[in-house]
């Protein structure tokens, strides 16, 4: 089982770089968007697109891959300290961001508010995800 763990590990860590790619680059994109002229801002506007459907690609990716690695390796989660939990809690926290991103009705949520928790939520998953499986 270790080969089937070792490509869902491949898969979630592959999923993460595409995440952190949006993370830093659509707050980039969307900087840009204020004093670009109608043609830029279609052009922009596709990226930004992109980007969106990238990460929630990428976070689906994340989700499915994880489960899938505990269920293989760990064979459920009582073994775990609690820097998983923070780690599923920060999770809970971006799935709840991405939601709101595409439900809320347009200019009802500041997207500036979303991006960091979002940015913020990548950055702490990271840092809980080293201290909780190492
Ligand atoms: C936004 C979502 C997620 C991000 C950014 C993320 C990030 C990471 C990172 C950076 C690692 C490598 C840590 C290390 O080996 O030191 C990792 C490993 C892992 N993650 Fe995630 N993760 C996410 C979601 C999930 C979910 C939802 C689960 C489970 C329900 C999960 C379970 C695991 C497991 C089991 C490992 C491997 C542990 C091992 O090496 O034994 N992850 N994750």
Redesign the pocket.
């Known amino acids: 089982m270790d080969i089937v763990f070792d490509i869902l ?1 491949i898969l ?2 592959v999923a ?1 770089g595409v ?1 952190a790619t949006t993370a830093i680059g659509m707050p980039i994109v969307m900087a840009r968007m204020g004093g670009a002229t109608p043609e830029g801002k279609q052009i922009l506007g596709g990226i930004a697109r992109r980007f969106g459907i990238n990460s929630r690609i990428a ?1 689906a990716v ?2 499915v891959t ?2 899938l ?2 269920a293989v ?2 064979g459920g989660v009582e073994a775990f300290n609690s820097w998983f939990w923070v ?2 809690a920060l ?1 809970a926290l ?1 799935v709840i961001a991405m939601v709101i991103s595409v439900v809320a009705p347009r200019g009802s949520v500041n997207p500036a508010i979303l991006s960091w928790v979002t940015r913020l939520s ?1 950055l702490g ?2 840092i809980a ?2 201290f909780a ?2």
């Open positions: 590990l979630h860590l993460l995440g976070v994340l989700v994880g489960v690695m505990v390796r760990y780690k599923m999770v971006i990548l998953i990271v995800a080293v499986f190492n």
